[in-house]
């Protein structure tokens, strides 16, 4: 929705100061109650509804539109399909069974790390992902990029074959040539030859990068991710005087406070952390205590926004405030001559820590600086909380030892001094994502011989003499270790979909002098050397079964961090107060850009913005009013003699004084879907200050730019949806959340009796953090189709599951919810009674279902519906590209244009589990059937089940006194029902900030 009618800052301020009791709100223009905000929320798709306006309307025109509803209506069962070829094994594969799907435990990884996991192959063909419960990294569950990583294996836009100087060339001629350039290397020992690639933990990799070195011992490694995690590195270092990677335990912290850290969804093991994180956060079942969480945040995260306290700041100010925490605590570090302010919200955060030693964690952010780091070591230790919620071990990385920022720097630096004439590139993109100020592109074109090995024919392969193209994970072997170090061997379950693809393993094999090489040769034969099992085929078959290799997680090491150095480090001092900054962030859904070319990733609404499609210049709303912003006004920014341009969105909450970019947009050559999205801040992105910037500018060009933002859609507004209450409310009034339930009324419905199977969901809101996995993973499970951002701003986004955020409470510090909203399946279903031809119906088990076949697009059951969660399908979103129809579920259907789909419950999941039981003469057990959205889950915040099984644990959960449904007083009797969100604010001491 473009907003023409400008935003009120000052009158929206005095709105919310006027109210009264409970109240949240989503948006600033539902609070400013604009012409254009009314005029969408009345018409359900208003530009489309538009030709139905106040003017009197003449006979033929109302005949033309009747007539074109009609033919819409009565064409939809006669829709076209593509033509189809079926083609009869001839040879049916080893345990292949048609229609009965397989599973393989492998791994995705991601920034380096490795997060274990199970995909479900149909005859062959990946369709969808689940965590690994085995594995330490995922317990089962998935991220959203995990789950969105299965369209990425079928993106037509894949580089298909080896390109020279950017025309297509052989798989031949590129080894010829890299055969002759070897010849070269071989004989002065690999001067001047180069080999770049992103941070690996790959113990095959490290081990052929480690013979290439030897049998080229003038030749140097560099590595570089532009998600960097170079801070968290050096401040070990400086810590312990040797770098260790650190491992927090979750699931014994009482009190956790996170220095701008998105712990819960972003890092190595942020999915394992939700997991632990969230079951110190429950309290239903009569639990009367819960962990406590502190954030302070220089740009918005997940995690700041479940937090029971948060503190928003400037980037360069957490290093202050660690610093007189630290002091606070006893540890005589310097601190700044100057106070910022915020004495009693860390009086009572100090206190706290103190209640709570050994009990409490800090975990500091990898944006921040070495220093923050180091003082996080020293506090966790001086609290007794080190071999307790936090742990060291060896690092994870091979060869961590240089900051990865200074290895680009050094390579960029040997090129401009010509003493580079080779350069391998495996993986990554850096002539986008470097830092402007090294000009990786401009020195790249002086290398006289390179070569990209990647997914996609990007900005960095075009500056190369040959791309390689690149196997995806699903296509290949290879191995990885989690973030505890857990040893994982990526094994594929399709044959490469292109021609002429290599791995890493391949090519450095290549480099080796080896004719041909295999990845499962080149993987195997490194484990066979190093496993210490005396029955190698039977540990390589246990380890490809369990996803995992059995004892390989590194153990922990006992340290002690060096005080002395610690103290040592000097306060830097703050900015000036008036300065601006610019902070930024990788993107949460297409990260450093890697995933931009993925559709499913791109129309995922970010958590916290709900904006797709884009990026945008994040801002405060007093800093919004202190420039004249509105939102969707292009501003221009610039800093030390650098420029980018970008449009305006006011975020509540955002810290004032600073603006956030996101990173991974405004690529060049990221495919037909990526290309030339929203705008790069990699112009004004330094080596120096790789997360922020200071001193900068914001100037309004007088442009607008639409967004498109789904958090103005689907509005239930004026009904109490979120119910909320702090721990001691909770122990003092368990039932507060059934306060505003009405009681039973009499229905013209007759009632449902269930005598087998009655399912239903309950979502516990104070577990789910809004990482928006479950909302990926019902998409690749059901089939539903991306529509482009045009369709999006009309309203006609297809996800089955929505993530409703919102605030409450002022624009500047506002409390934050998250609740996820599915089909309701209600006994008393509104839509099913308005549907002309019987389309949506009630089965025997208590589900609402959809008839595709008879579904004529009436809409009418949209139109009654109060959740407001079912999708139309206006035009015909699903592709004839043959390679993305193959990750189709052939399971569920693939839907055609004009009919209604919704949430199903995963029905094919309860057929199936139902085949199964009965082929096994047996009731369906709890927990036997796991809905996509469940499955995926971090937290466990979904819970499916049998509400007939009394001992079933939805049945539990439903009895709870937290339990409540949405829109109860209406009488539709919803089978999906929440648990009530609870916080644990610190009531003994004043937290105000």
């Not at 995963?906 to 003469?921: D, F, W």
Request: aromatic content about 8%.
């Amino acid at each position: 929705m473009s907003t023409t009618t400008p935003l009120d800052l000052h009158q929206i301020r005095a709105k919310l100061q006027s109210k009264q009791g409970s109240e949240y709100w989503r948006c600033l223009e539902e609070l400013a109650e604009t012409e254009e905000f009314r005029e969408f929320l009345h018409r359900e798709f208003p530009r489309e509804a538009s030709v139905w306006d106040d003017s009197s309307m003449g006979r033929r025109q109302f005949l033309m539109l009747m007539g074109a509803s009609l033919a819409l209506a009565g064409l939809n069962a006669c829709t076209k399909q593509p033509d189809e070829k079926i083609i009869p094994f001839v040879r049916s594969p080893e345990l292949v069974t048609p229609g009965v799907p397989l599973s393989f435990a492998t791994a995705m990884v991601h920034g380096g790390f490795a997060t274990g996991i199970l995909v479900t192959s149909h005859m062959g063909r990946p369709t969808k992902i689940e965590g690994n419960p085995d594995h330490p990294a995922s317990l089962g569950a998935t991220d959203a990029f995990t789950q969105a990583s299965i369209l990425s294996l079928y993106d037509p836009d894949r580089s298909q074959v080896p390109l020279n100087r950017g025309l297509i060339s052989t798989r031949d001629k590129f080894l010829q040539a890299l055969s002759q350039s070897l010849q070269a290397k071989r004989a002065n020992g690999g001067a001047g030859l180069r080999i770049l690639t992103e941070t690996v933990t790959s113990p095959t990799l490290g081990d052929q990068l480690a013979r290439l070195l030897h049998q080229f011992p003038h030749a140097r490694w560099h590595r570089y991710e532009p998600v960097t995690l170079d801070s968290v590195r050096e401040g070990a270092r400086i810590a312990f005087g040797w770098i260790m990677s650190t491992r927090y335990h979750l699931d014994k912290a009482d009190i956790v406070l996170a220095l701008d850290s998105d712990f819960l969804t972003h890092g190595p093991g942020a999915v394992r952390y939700a997991r632990d994180f969230a079951q110190k956060r429950k309290v239903a079942g009569g639990k009367q205590t819960m962990n406590r969480l502190y954030s302070i945040e220089s740009s918005p995260t997940n995690v700041g926004a479940i937090a029971d306290h948060r503190l928003g700041v400037r980037p360069h100010e957490v290093e202050s405030l660690i610093r007189r925490i630290a002091r606070g605590l006893g540890i005589p570090v310097q601190t700044p001559a100057e106070s910022d302010g915020h004495d009693s919200w860390l009086a009572a955060l100090v206190q706290d820590l103190r209640t709570h030693q050994g009990s409490s964690v800090v975990i500091p952010g990898p944006y921040q600086p070495p220093a923050v780091h180091a003082l996080a070591h020293a506090i966790n230790e001086r609290l007794g909380n080190v071999g307790k919620t936090v742990s060291y071990s060896d690092p994870v990385e091979i060869q961590p030892e240089q900051s990865q920022a200074e290895s680009l720097r050094e390579l960029v630096s040997d090129i401009r001094d010509g003493q580079v004439d080779m350069l391998v590139i495996m993986g990554g993109n850096p002539v986008y994502h470097a830092p402007v100020d090294l000009d990786f592109g401009g020195a790249l074109a002086s290398v006289a011989f390179s070569i990209h090995l990647g997914l996609y024919a990007d900005e960095t392969a075009a500056e190369c003499t040959w791309h390689v193209p690149q196997a995806h994970y699903l296509e290949t072997w290879s191995d990885a270790r989690a973030y505890d170090g857990t040893a994982t061997i990526v094994q594929p379950l399709i044959t490469p979909l292109y021609a002429g693809v290599s791995s890493d393993h391949e090519l450095l094999e290549l480099m080796l002098g080896a004719a041909e090489p295999k990845s499962y040769d080149i993987v195997r034969d490194f484990w066979r050397r190093h496993s210490a099992s005396r029955d190698f085929e039977t540990f390589w078959k246990t380890s490809l079964h369990d996803g995992l290799v059995a004892g390989s997680a590194f153990p922990s090491r006992n340290v002690r961090v060096r005080m002395k150095e610690v103290q040592a480090l000097s306060a830097k001092n703050d900015a000036p107060k008036d300065e601006l900054c610019l902070v930024f962030r990788p993107d949460p859904t297409v990260w450093d850009g890697r995933y931009a070319n993925n559709g499913w990733l791109q129309e995922l609404p970010k958590p916290l913005t709900t904006l797709t499609w884009d990026n945008a210049v994040l801002v405060s709303p007093a800093t919004a009013g202190r420039f004249g912003l509105q939102n969707e006004d292009v501003v221009e920014i610039s800093g030390d003699g650098r420029t980018i341009f970008g449009p305006v969105w006011i975020t509540p909450g955002h810290p004032d004084q600073t603006a956030t970019v996101h990173l991974g947009y405004g690529r060049a050559k990221a495919g037909r879907v990526g290309s030339k999205r929203g705008f790069s801040v990699q112009a004004i992105r330094t080596s120096n200050s790789p997360w922020w910037v200071s001193g900068i500018r914001i100037i309004r060009t007088g442009a607008k730019a639409r967004l498109a933002v789904t958090q103005h859609h689907h509005l239930m507004e004026g009904r109490n949806l979120v119910r909320s209450a702090s721990l001691a409310e909770y122990v003092a009034t368990p039932d507060f959340a059934s306060e505003h339930q009405p009681a039973a009324q009499a229905s013209l419905y007759p009632d449902h009796e269930y005598d087998g199977y009655a399912w239903g969901m309950s979502i516990d809101l104070s577990a789910c953090t809004g990482c928006n996995a479950c909302v990926i993973a019902c998409q690749a499970e059901n089939n539903i189709p991306i529509v482009g951002k045009d369709q999006v701003l009309a309203g006609r986004e297809m996800h089955w599951i929505r993530i409703d955020r919102y605030y409450k409470g002022s624009l500047d510090d506002p409390e934050v919810v998250f609740q996820p909203v599915t089909c309701m399946h209600c006994e008393n279903a509104p839509c099913e009674v308005v549907c002309p031809v019987a389309a949506t119906v009630h089965d025997s088990e208590g589900l609402n279902v959809m008839v595709y076949n008879r579904c004529i697009g009436t809409r009418y059951c949209s139109n009654n519906c109060p959740y407001k969660v079912r999708r139309f399908n206006f035009l015909q979103y699903s592709t004839a590209e043959p390679t993305l129809a193959m990750q189709k579920n052939p399971e569920v259907t693939v839907r055609s244009r004009g009919v209604m789909e919704k949430c199903s419950y995963c029905v094919q999941r309860i057929s199936a589990a139902r085949i199964a039981a009965k082929k096994e003469g047996r009731e369906i057990r709890d927990g036997e059937v796991v809905t996509a959205c469940q499955a995926a889950c971090p937290s466990q915040a979904i819970v499916f089940g049998n509400l007939n099984d009394p001992e079933s644990r939805i049945a539990g959960l439903k009895a709870d006194p937290l339990d409540y449904g949405l829109l109860t007083e209406l009488n539709t009797k919803p089978r999906t029902s929440y648990l009530a969100r609870v916080t644990n604010p610190n009531r003994e001491q004043d937290i105000s900030a």
